[in-house]
């Protein structure tokens, strides 16, 4: 198609000019005649207009790249990092730095890279307004407070984030610092990262470091890939530190830990568990610089040993109060270091500790500065024997609570002379101590001072049956909570004798105890003085619906909770028994019973039952029927567990979702 071309000179002279588009578009330049018979150099304004297919030319790919090229250079971020640092660093508040932070992942992690004293704030505003002659606003005008200064915005460090596994990366890291700046500061932050998963790094810890100089609380767990240089950036930036819970973090070393100790001087909590790599400079550098510490927990840290804990304990003596020490290389000098040093310490637990002997627990208790301590716990300790313990219980005579467990040399002489020497001792659990049988359980009642409220009895297979006679037998009176659990030698025969040793049981725990039944359990129910208000029977194979018949007609005006989890003779007349008579029942577990729709219906009638929690997982005779009763359960309905249940189908659990919307279902 033929193209006119018509350009306007001085005068009436025009100059038209037409040929083939193709041949124009071929020709490298065109010259046009022009007036006075001069020659101007014009180049081809046609656009190639071809009916052939279209075919990409080498010239035109450079062109393109031209093209795109111009297109890259003409944003903002063709810009390098140092010009746009400098460029967001001018962003008047926390807002408007968190908004541009959501552009791209290059701003956002170029805004967590500075901190904030190195943002253009609002004080150097005028001078801003002075050099870019930008006119100064009327402030006769009506003024919106919509957004906050940088100045006015309260970081006393209100928010808590927590980022579990794959979230805790070094992207998210960034935004939660840039974020919480503005509404409040950040105060809690706690990751669950994965040894194989986790991706974050120091430069996601660094921008909390830099960004939350609120932060008071630090949990770190399973970061493969943080070293010393993350945690020295917390040190640096986050001096109003004062929790601290490292675990399983393999490139941390005393290091970080140094800086930490130096920098943060309101340090009342570490926590560090599974760090192989610290060790006795680290704890030795918190002991000296961290004056408010209250509480220490080291845990299966290979490098530490007794120097890194007497230089802990005797340097923060005037203010730790808690110290846990599980599975490390110590032995019996650490123990007189706490004895000696020991004179703030009010809770110790001590789990794990191969290589320590009798010789360390009775150096401890010999030194007669723990005077304040109320709790102690020793689990798996081979060198806890008689003569350690009854040498603890002299010395500390505000002892409260007393756990053993697996202390496979005690036995019911140490039992005794414990209770004896101990004067406000309120619990006592044993766990796993195959050496302490009944008769020694039987003494350290007799010798319970009229503070003691908790017996716990696990797992300790010497406890067994034993022949008495009822004038014979101690009271207890104080004794309000008693569980007895796993223990196989411990049958009806023996229960019979709780009610005349424990009047005044308010909850009791029979767990796992086969050889228990109505014949030593009616007895028990019928003996108690007080009222009880929880009991569990869980595991209790033998218990009838005449053992619970008789429990809910004596006790149903003040019982609250009652598990009978496992308990197969249980069947629908012990629910009518608790429909009838259990008047501030909350928690009611009848799972793996045998009971059936009929004794679901009897429940949701009962117009007194105000039922929070209820069980019935594994109850194969609950079917499809005991939907419409389940959904009249009244209002107080919390919780509903129908695991393994016959009714749980996709339309039921529907039916049931929207009859109980407010309760959480678990199916």
């Not at 970081?155 to 610092?177: F, H, P």
């Not at 568990?273 to 510490?293: E, P, T, Y």
């Not at 010497?462 to 022949?467: A, L």
């Not at 019935?616 to 009244?634: D, E, I, P, W």
Request: proline residues 3%; charged residues 20%; hydrophobic residues 40%.
């Amino acid at each position: 198609m033929p193209a006119l071309l018509d350009l306007s000179v001085s005068g009436d002279e025009k100059i038209r000019l037409s040929g083939s588009g193709y041949a124009d578009y071929m020709d490298s330049s065109c010259v046009l005649p022009f007036a006075a018979g001069r020659d101007v150099y014009y180049p081809p304004c046609k656009r190639l207009r071809v009916t052939a297919p279209f075919i990409i030319t080498r010239e035109q790919k450079k062109v393109d790249s031209v093209l795109k090229k111009q297109q890259c250079h003409s944003s903002i971020d063709a810009l390098p990092d140092e010009c746009l640092f400098e460029i967001l660093r001018r962003l008047p508040g926390c807002q408007d730095r968190s908004i541009a932070s959501c552009v791209s992942k290059r701003w956002l992690m170029l805004l967590s890279t500075f901190g904030t004293s190195e943002v253009v704030g609002v004080q150097h505003g005028s001078e801003l307004l002075r050099s870019t002659r930008i006119p100064l606003p009327d402030l006769n005008q009506a003024v919106s407070f919509e957004s906050e200064s940088e100045s006015d915005v309260e970081t006393d460090g209100y928010l808590t984030r927590s980022l579990d596994v794959d979230e805790a990366t070094d992207i998210r890291l960034a935004a939660i610092a840039i974020s919480t700046a503005g509404h409040g500061g950040l105060g809690k932050l706690k990751i669950r990262g994965s040894n194989s998963t986790c991706m974050a790094t120091d430069v996601g810890l660094s921008a909390i470091g830099r960004l939350c100089p609120s932060l008071h609380t630090l949990s770190m767990w399973k970061f493969p890939l943080v070293t010393d240089a993350g945690l020295a950036a917390i040190a640096d930036g986050c001096p109003m530190l004062e929790n601290l819970d490292i675990s399983h973090c393999p490139l941390l070393s005393d290091t970080g830990l140094i800086a930490i100790a130096h920098k943060c001087p309101n340090l009342r909590t570490l926590r560090l568990d599974s760090c192989s790599g610290i060790s006795n400079d680290g704890l030795q550098a918190v002991g000296r610089h961290c004056r408010k510490l209250v509480s220490a927990s080291i845990k299966d840290c290979p490098l530490v040993s007794d120097k890194g804990i007497s230089s802990l304990v005797s340097a923060a003596s005037s203010s730790l109060m808690r110290i846990k020490l599980h599975n490390l290389n110590i032995n019996d000098v650490s123990l007189a270091v706490i004895g000696h040093y020991g004179q703030a310490l009010t809770d110790i637990s001590l789990v794990a500790l191969e290589n320590i002997t009798e010789r360390g627990f009775w150096v401890m208790g010999n030194a007669l500065n723990m005077v304040n301590l109320t709790s102690l716990t020793i689990s798996s300790c081979p060198g806890i024997t008689d003569l350690g313990l009854e040498a603890i219980a002299k010395c500390c005579q505000h002892l409260r609570h007393l756990y053993l467990r697996r202390a496979c040399n005690v036995t019911d002489t140490g039992l005794k002379s414990f209770t004896s020497s101990t004067n406000i001792l309120e619990s006592l659990k044993l766990e796993e101590c195959s050496m302490i049988t009944l008769h020694g359980v039987l003494d350290g009642l007799l010798n319970c001072n009229a503070r003691f409220r908790s017996l716990a009895l696990v797992k300790c297979t010497g406890i067994r049956d034993i022949t008495y006679h009822p004038n014979e037998l101690p009271t207890c009176t104080s004794l309000q909570f008693l569980t007895i659990r796993d223990c196989p030698g411990f049958t009806s025969n023996s229960l019979a004798a709780v009610g005349k040793l424990c009047p005044n049981l308010q909850q009791i725990d029979l767990i796992g105890l086969v050889g228990v039944t109505d014949v030593g359990f009616l007895p028990l129910v019928k003996s108690f003085e007080s009222r009880l208000v929880k009991v569990s029977l869980e595991g209790c194979t033998n218990i009838s619906d005449a053992s619970i018949s008789a429990l809910v007609k004596t006790h149903g005006s003040s019982l609250k909770l009652l598990n009978l989890n496992g308990c197969k003779k249980i069947s629908d007349k012990s629910l009518f028994a608790i429909a009838a008579s259990c008047l501030v029942l909350h928690d009611l577990d009848i799972s793996r019973c045998n009971v059936s729709d009929i004794g679901v219906a009897a429940l949701s009638s009962a117009d007194q039952l105000n039922l929070r929690v209820l069980s019935l997982a594994g109850c194969y005779g609950v079917t499809k029927k005991s939907l419409q009763f389940l959904g009249n359960m009244k209002d107080s309905l919390e919780g509903l567990n129908l695991q393994q249940c016959k009714l749980t189908n996709a339309h039921g659990i529907g039916f049931l979702e929207e009859k109980l919307w407010w309760c959480d279902i678990l199916t």
